[in-house]
């Protein structure tokens, strides 16, 4: 059974940093592709950046620049580094793999 569990989540000041982190079971991590999205309330959810199973990365331009993916194969985890956070990034955090998705994890960023 595949499974996704994030972690990492939390309440932080504009201009702080957060690492997510979502592990993947059930499944060989090192080939899939790894996703990260958002959802604000009231808003669709949007993918924020993918990690390819090659490490090949790739970014929503709202993150560009702010936000780092990155994976460890021995440890079956995708993390996403978030630096200089906005309010806007407030948002539940979901990773995503294989069509199957985490529960999130709250991130509340505080002007």
């Known amino acids: 059974q595949v499974q996704l569990m994030e972690s990492g989540g939390g309440l932080v000041q504009a201009g702080g940093s957060l690492r997510l982190a979502c592990k993947l079971s059930?499944?060989?991590?090192?080939?899939?592709?790894m996703y990260w999205y958002r959802q604000a309330p009231g808003k669709q959810r949007e993918l924020v950046a993918i990690i390819t199973s090659g490490g090949i990365t790739n970014y929503a331009a709202f993150v560009k620049g702010r936000f780092t993916i990155t994976r460890d194969n021995a440890l079956s985890t995708a993390y996403l580094q978030m630096n200089d956070l906005k309010p806007d990034d407030t948002a539940v955090y979901y990773c995503?793999?294989?069509?199957?998705w985490g529960q999130g994890t709250q991130v509340t960023v505080s002007s």
């Open positions: 059930g499944i060989d991590f090192s080939v899939q592709n």
């Open positions: 995503s793999s294989r069509n199957t």
